[in-house]
């Protein structure tokens, strides 16, 4: 089945720095990436996802870029501001069937120091 | 739209008791799960439902048990609680499999 690295665990970064996290997949039949932020007690929720029909998508200040090939995809923050602190969770899902469910990696937890 | 919604917030429990966490949504979602999370484990599949009379078993079954009467409604049954399900408990709903999910507010189990 498929499995999901993630990568660092924690990542502290100033105020107005960029910050990426990184994700690597197993299984090349995963076409949907999705990313969740979830702050302290609250639960996950959707920032961002990508398809595998295509490269990079971004809104804002968030980015996520997908290399099939090496099958990897990453979050990219920028301008990081304290409320972007939180844990962001990466996923992989081969769209349907019963490998159509979401994989989640460990986590992320995103310090923004002010 | 109240989205996805789950009772209890809260629930403190005894070895080898029984009790079932709700889940409801109001979206029409066909896809609903459950996840549990547990610290520098991410979340991880406990069972699914690809729509209502049809669940399926996940990363980590043993121990529970769901049923899928209705579109609407997705409880997961602890048959007898052990310490090692103490976790945090969130239920998903999507329009369909491989899709944005849509996650509840969880509830806090501990069971001593």
């Known amino acids: 089945g498929e499995n999901v690295e993630q990568h660092p665990s924690t990542l502290s970064v100033q105020e107005g720095d960029s910050a990426v996290i990184k994700c690597t997949y197993s299984?090349?039949?995963?076409?949907?990436f999705p990313w969740y932020k979830q702050e302290l007690g609250k639960r996950p929720q959707l920032i961002i996802d990508?398809?595998?029909?295509?490269g990079e998508k971004k809104d804002q200040r968030i980015a996520v870029t997908l290399n099939k090939t090496a099958k990897h995809f990453s979050l990219h923050i920028t301008e990081t501001q304290p409320e972007d602190s939180a844990v962001y969770f990466c996923?992989?899902?081969?769209?349907?069937?019963?490998?159509?469910?979401?994989?989640f990696g460990k986590g992320t937890k995103l310090s923004v120091k002010p | 739209n109240a989205g996805v919604t789950q009772t209890p917030k809260f629930q403190v429990l005894k070895t080898g008791q029984s009790m079932t966490l709700q889940c409801a949504q109001d979206?029409?979602?066909?896809?609903m799960s459950w996840y549990r999370q547990d610290p520098g484990m991410g979340l991880r599949l406990i069972h699914y439902?690809?729509?209502?009379?049809?669940?399926d078993q996940g990363e980590v079954p043993n121990g529970y048990n769901v049923s899928r009467s209705t579109t609407e409604d997705f409880p997961l049954r602890l048959l007898s609680a052990a310490p090692s399900q103490t976790s945090v408990y969130f239920c998903?709903?999507?329009?369909?499999?491989?899709?944005?999910?849509?996650f509840g507010p969880g509830t806090r189990l501990t069971v001593t």
């Open positions: 998903a709903s999507s329009p369909r499999q491989g899709h944005e999910q849509y």
């Open positions: 299984d090349s039949a995963s076409n949907y």
């Open positions: 990508i398809r595998s029909n295509v």
């Open positions: 996923a992989a899902s081969m769209g349907g069937g019963s490998q159509g469910n979401l994989i």
């Open positions: 979206m029409n979602h066909e896809y």
């Open positions: 439902s690809v729509g209502a009379g049809i669940t």
